[in-house]
């Protein structure tokens, strides 16, 4: 009793039970978590593997559609090599294509097989698929290929020739090593298997067991019954003879015939644990011994208590050091370069074998047969005049095979240093992907126009050194807005990706192809041995004939097209700025030139574009001293010769040129931001020159899409009214369908409130646009003008029969309708037999000054001429 009354003997006899219940929870615990782990190691292992499979299969099984699509139209002279090279089809995950037909022989194969005529109608694949009622890909097990003499996966379909009936066999043979290949990116440890089997549980590929014993055969496993009609399934697969117990995880593809299964051994699962049980069990004797043998020490004699307890505080100490950086890897070497405390992270992180560290160690030693330090002297050098100068730093590793560890280093006082070791591999690539997104453009993955101009730099600094020559094509889509608008920005974002995908199909890896902007982009090409300028002219062909190609966003079929601008290096610029200027130039040109084209910047354009300059300069004067003169042309009432209303049109006759064409001038007034000035400028001499004209007499004004978003139109519009004292019942504003494709609901706002003035609203050009008909609904125009394009054409029958639609609409609508363009008396004649009551154009007269404006009935006046 005496000795249980003993108070170290207590102390032993609680924190014995402890030691053990907590060593014993501990490893219970971590096993428990080892399997939970492999269990969820398992499910996402067999899911990439099926992932990454269907993908394979999916490819081939598309090809093998476009094929029997392709061999249908045109059996006689259709060619699988042909096909397959201009495709790039079969490469790389496909050995072979080949064509069987209905008697058995093979017709034709990718593999370039010549010998004498080769028979498969014995093989499972050709006599499975005919023998299916139905038409779907058939899934056979390995054959040894006669024409390729490489272990493959036939995938098979039925071909049939235009009128459905059966003709053949379509095969594509897939490398057992190409889906196998999975394998070495599983990281299933020593033990794990990789099966994948067809719907009839036959052994397609594996890895991890003899691949020669079980491939292409029914092989014994307990995953049929396991997995049965389900989709997923998760078993042990236990007590087999000289075998390792492994945990099954079995999926069924939703889409395919093929069950995957992923196998990992006990041995793998539970290798951490116990690797980590020894250490607890160490720990736990450790601690049991420290126990008893200071209690055994305190029996004796107080002297021997006190050396245990000292060396109770040493061990004390060392151990409170691994607990603190027990997450990290952890080393300790002393003042003379010696290992003198580890971690097994630490052994795990550099792949450093246990069996050939030990305590005392050299540092040189340690590291010797590691690759991520090449020159372990200097580095050992540098890190202990770094720890002289700072009690902290830190350093980065970078190993081979792609990880990166971050090392904390700390001081030691009685020498040497501890040091701390993290696995910062996912914390790096975390930063990687925001260092991409800074210089990536989110939606289609291109490069943004920052990393667009870095790229110019670095081709810029290339050339310099080496003279390697470039291009810079600079993309503009045409209709882009349109389809924008008409169909939202969802549709719109997907016809830029799909873009973004024939960018870069048409261009090499080492080119950079970048999206600059809404509907803008960039590509830097090198052609190499070509002449740059005729590799750069072939790629802008391809490119434009690439992006003109049709689309289907969404179910919508689109049709856009895009200008090109060219500009070579050095020839056209050695500075960013001015590449991108010159690329520009010939950007303009190609847009002004009718768009879908290409051109290169030469040196013309840059004289153009002065010229604009000059032209811009020069307008902005003229309209500042008010030189614009307006001048009119007449719409005639066809059946009395009486001027119905007149049309303001702007000229512009130069101090040196004389008089430029209105569509030069508006044109870079419109791009110079001169539009707005200019128009409110016709519109209030029209409005003043109008009260000159006889009562019954309109004036038609044109209005620009950009006066609608520059100004306050109503109160423009209102001011000229009022300033001219014009009757609003006397003004007629014209508009484009350009006004609507800019904004359509404010716009929309701004046409309603003029209209509120009591101003009549004529739509002009009528007809060109592909939605006119539907403006027509959205609004209430008084006067619709027909496009000069259908007068000039009507003497053609399907003219005539649009023109009686637009009459019956109009009448419905109750509108009146303008003929533009009317040259010729035969067209008068035709007008007035179709219904349209008013005319405009050289027949009548041409844009005349307003003094030169005549009122006579122009029918009558027009005899008179014809007469005389």
């Not at 995957?260 to 539970?270: K, N």
């Not at 151990?319 to 890897?329: M, T």
């Not at 670095?458 to 209709?479: I, Q």
């Amino acid at each position: 009793m005496t000795i249980l009354r003993n108070a170290p003997l207590q102390i032993a006899l609680f924190f014995l039970p402890l030691v053990w219940i907590g060593y014993f929870a501990i490893t219970s615990s971590e096993r428990a978590d080892a399997v939970q782990q492999a269990r969820l190691q398992g499910d996402s292992v067999a899911e990439l593997f099926e992932e990454n499979t269907e993908r394979i299969f999916e490819r081939v099984d598309q090809s093998l559609l476009v094929v029997r699509a392709l061999y249908a139209q045109d059996e006689l002279t259709f060619s699988l090599k042909l096909w397959s090279d201009r495709a790039r089809i079969a490469t790389g995950d496909v050995v072979q294509f080949s064509l069987i037909g209905l008697d058995g022989y093979m017709l034709d194969t990718t593999a370039g097989y010549s010998g004498p005529p080769l028979y498969l109608g014995d093989r499972e694949h050709f006599a499975n698929v005919m023998s299916q009622a139905d038409d779907r890909l058939y899934v056979a097990k390995p054959v040894l290929g006669r024409a390729s003499n490489k272990w493959t996966i036939q995938l098979a379909r039925k071909m049939f020739d235009l009128a459905r009936n059966p003709v053949g066999v379509v095969v594509g043979s897939v490398s057992v090593d190409v889906v196998g290949r999975f394998y070495d990116t599983a990281k299933l440890g020593a033990g794990g298997t990789l099966v994948l089997r067809n719907s009839n549980y036959i052994v397609l590929a594996a890895r991890g067991v003899d691949q020669g014993a079980v491939l292409g055969q029914r092989a014994p496993s307990r995953v049929e019954g396991e997995l049965g009609d389900g989709f997923h399934a998760q078993y042990w697969n236990e007590n087999r003879p000289n075998r390792t117990d492994r945990l099954i995880t079995a999926r069924r593809s939703h889409v395919f015939p093929l069950i995957f299964t992923v196998g990992i051994s006990e041995q793998e699962i539970y290798a951490r644990s116990d690797s980590r049980k020894k250490i607890y069990l160490g720990g736990a004797l450790l601690l049991t011994f420290i126990i008893l043998t200071a209690t055994v020490f305190h029996w004796r004699r107080q002297q021997a208590l006190d050396r245990a307890q000292r060396e109770l505080r040493d061990s004390a100490i060392k151990f409170e050091d691994a607990l603190r950086n027990l997450p990290l890897g952890l080393s300790m070497f002393d003042d003379r370069d010696r290992l003198i405390a580890f971690n097994r992270q630490w052994l795990e992180l550099y792949g450093l074998a246990p069996e050939e560290i030990r305590i005392g160690i050299d540092f040189r030693e340690v590291f010797a047969k590691q690759t991520a330090v090449l020159d372990v002297e200097a580095y050992l050098v540098d890190l202990k005049n770094r720890l002289v100068q700072s009690e902290h730093i830190s350093n980065t590793v970078q190993f081979p095979d792609g990880r990166v560890v971050y090392i904390s280093y700390g001081r030691r006082e009685d020498g040497g240093w501890v040091a701390t070791h993290e696995d910062i591999t996912e914390r790096k690539a975390s930063e990687d992907r925001i260092e991409r997104l800074a210089h990536y453009d989110s939606l289609t993955g291109l490069a943004n126009r920052n990393l667009f101009k870095d790229r110019i730099d670095e081709a810029l600094a290339r050339h310099s050194r080496l003279g390697v020559p470039f291009a810079v094509l600079l993309l503009d889509l045409d209709k882009f807005k349109s389809v924008n608008d008409a169909l939202g920005h969802q549709c719109g974002d997907a016809l830029l990706k799909q873009v973004a995908v024939r960018i870069k199909a048409q261009i090499r890896d080492v080119d950079i192809a970048a999206r600059i902007g809404g509907d803008e982009f960039a590509v830097i090409v090198s052609t190499g041995k070509v002449s740059i300028h005729d590799g750069a002219a072939a790629l802008a062909a391809r490119l434009v004939q690439a992006v003109a190609e049709p689309y289907h966003v969404d179910g919508h079929p689109v049709a856009i097209g895009c200008s090109i601008g060219v500009a070579v290096v050095p020839e056209h610029g050695t500075r960013v700025d001015e590449i991108l200027r010159n690329a520009d130039l010939a950007l303009y040109k190609s847009k002004n030139a009718g768009r879908n084209c290409f051109h290169i910047y030469s040196a013309d354009l840059k004289a153009e574009a002065d010229q604009r300059n000059v032209l811009e300069i020069e307008l902005r004067e003229a309209i500042w001293r008010e030189e614009i003169e307006v001048f009119y042309q007449p719409v005639i009432e066809l059946g009395t010769g009486r001027v119905k209303s007149v049309e303001a049109l702007a000229r512009w006759r130069h101090g040196t040129r004389g008089f430029i064409p209105p569509v030069e001038f508006i044109a870079v007034a419109e791009t110079g931001g001169l539009i707005v000035e200019l128009g409110e400028q016709v519109l209030a001499k029209a409005c003043r020159d109008a009260m000159t004209m006889p009562d019954d007499v309109k004036v038609a004004v044109n209005l620009s899409a950009l006066q609608f978003a520059g100004t306050n139109l109503v109160d423009t519009v209102t001011f000229a009214l009022a300033q001219s004292g014009l009757p609003q019942t006397r003004l007629e504003l014209e508009i484009t369908e350009s006004v609507f494709l800019a904004d359509t609901q404010e716009n929309l706002k701004t046409l309603q409130r003029l209209k509120a003035l009591g101003v009549s609203i004529a739509l002009d050009d009528f007809g060109v646009g592909y939605s006119s008909l539907s403006y027509l609904t959205a609004f209430p125009f008084d006067k619709v003008k027909i496009d000069k394009s259908f007068i000039d054409r009507i003497d053609r029958s399907e003219t005539v029969a649009v023109l009686k639609s637009i009459v019956q609409l109009a009448k419905t609508l109750k509108l009146s309708i303008v003929a533009e363009g009317v040259e010729t008396s035969e067209q008068v004649s035709q007008l007035q037999s179709l219904g349209i009551a008013l005319g405009q154009g050289f027949y009548f007269s041409k844009p005349v000054p307003l003094a030169d404006l005549s009122w006579q009935g122009h029918t009558a006046r027009r005899r008179r001429q014809t007469a005389a």
